[in-house]
């Protein structure tokens, strides 16, 4: 079956603690998205990667870091998480002309930064 | 600066009354226009793909159109399980960037 997958589903951590939400696809997708979600203001996209060791910022990437080694894998690393990093996470990713083709977007990971 | 504004931001319709919502957009060069369905608590899921003015697309209930500024997702009687917040979202070809706009909430009365 074709699918995004994310781990872990829910997290709840503290301020400061390094922590990494794991993103796989399936589909042998080159672009690959990170966005988070929150309330009133939509899904805005952190990081994008067009391919192996392509990554680029979207509109709100301060604070988070991204790896693409592999191309079913795009790993989110917050290197010292802080409350306002609290939100809804999608892992997204799409095949064709860059990221004009349909997205596949994974289950989502609540995170809680206290 | 790219923005994708959608209005309204909610809607409530009775079983069997269409109408439609509407997403304008302003980028410096338009790749492709998405259309998806959100419900609550998951992730997006991908209805349409627009790429240039004219273009049509249908599915089921939903129809998507685009013009140069806007694109509409017109609604025929809908069903309560069409109640979704539905999202507009484009991808530039000057950065590859994909922008959302907030999403409409739409809620179908039986």
Redesign the interface.
Known sequence: EAQVTQNPRYLITVTGKKLTVTCSQNMNHEYMSWYRQDPGLGLRQIYYSMNVEVTDKGDVPEGYKVSRKEKRNFPLILESPSPNQTSLYFCASSSGLAGADTQYFGPGTRLTVL | EDQVTQSPEALRLQEGESSSLNCSYTVSGL??L?W?RQDP??????LF?L?SAGEEKEKERLKATLTKKESFLHITAPKPEDSATY?C?V?T?R?????????TRLHILP
């Open positions: 790749r492709g998405f998806y608590g998951k992730g997006p899921e991908f793909t790429y999202l979202a991808c070809n950065d590859d960037k994909i922008i959302f706009g907030k999403g």
